[in-house]
């Protein structure tokens, strides 16, 4: 009865030490598991596609020369550990969200804001590639504001929802003029008028230059920059912002995942966390 009463009391001991060391167990599991990550982040590189390594397993997704999709991979960044800026020069109450910041200039005056950012950024590929005629935008009445029509000297008038375009400003296709219409883009269009115009697309078919929107007042957008896949197919994204109040536009990290971070699972209908925001009721869209 002794000898059974003393290995009793001797595995109670055991049990008790094991679960007295278990959250240091546990601490220990996690430390680790942070240090065998590499990181995915080059310090020394100013590009998207150069500035982030590729997951182990994965391959970077082709695209050709010229696209709009290599144009984003390869947009290039400011040197890392540089800062979100608002528009009136001061710095973002928050800087730990980011990687890398994207050298496009933050106005002064305050108009280009989230979706504002990355029309820019569509804007400027196209009248890059000498794509100018495709260059137009809905406001969020639904009216179609080309840059065409604009450089020829049409203005909008603006009576509540009604919309009417007139000839009365002299032609001007100047790279100048071409800001001073985005600025009107930026006034007139936003998350709610792109969530509306743009076509939805599913998760499984996403490319470089989708976006992921929730439209509204307020509502965010961020676009996909970057595209790994393995060999079962699974893919990851990169993702960049800009966002309100208006400020640089940023790649952000993915703070729900440091395994992967900065890349992303993007999936229909999920809740998406994306640095100061996140995404539910939102779906995925496409430039046209």
């Known amino acids: 009865m002794k000898k059974f009463l003393l290995v009793v009391l001797i595995l109670a001991s055991f049990l008790m030490l094991a679960y007295q060391f278990q959250p240091v167990k546990k601490a220990v599991q996690t430390v680790a598991a942070v240090v065998e990550t590499p990181s995915l982040v080059n310090k020394d590189s100013l590009t998207i596609s150069t500035r982030v390594n590729v997951p182990y397993g994965y391959n970077r ?5 010229g696209s709009f999709e290599e ?3 390869n947009y290039k960044l400011k040197p890392f550990g540089s800062k979100i800026i608002n528009y009136d020069n001061t710095n973002y109450f928050w800087q730990g969200g980011h990687i890398g910041i ?3 200039p933050v106005p002064k005056n305050g108009l280009q804001q989230c979706a504002d950012a990355l029309i820019r950024i569509r804007s400027e590929y196209l009248w890059d590639h000498n794509r100018k005629d495709e260059i137009g935008f809905e406001f969020t ?3 179609y504001c080309s840059w065409s029509k604009y450089a020829e000297g049409y203005r909008p008038k603006i009576n509540g929802n009604k919309v009417t375009f007139h000839k009365s400003a002299t032609a001007n296709h100047s790279k ?10 930026y006034m007139y269009s936003g ?21 992921l929107i929730k439209g509204g007042s307020p509502g965010h957008i961020v676009m996909l920059c970057d595209e790994v896949v393995n060999e079962n197919g699974d893919k990851l994204f990169l993702l960049f912002q800009g966002n309100t109040p208006a400020q640089s536009v940023h790649l952000v990290k993915n703070l729900e995942d440091n395994t992967i971070s900065p890349w992303y699972r993007l999936n229909d209908d999920a809740v998406i966390p994306v640095s100061n925001y996140t995404f539910g009721s939102s779906k995925f869209v496409r430039f046209k």
């Open 191 to 211: 998350t709610l008028s792109l969530y509306n115009e743009l076509e939805s697309i599913a998760a499984k078919d996403l490319q470089l230059g989708d976006m």
């Open 102 to 104: 994207l050298e496009i």
């Open 176 to 185: 100048d003029n071409f800001y001073n219409y985005l600025n009107l883009i």
């Open 71 to 73: 144009y984003l991979r």
């Open 141 to 143: 009445s639904g009216h």
């Open 61 to 65: 997704v082709d695209y050709a020369k």
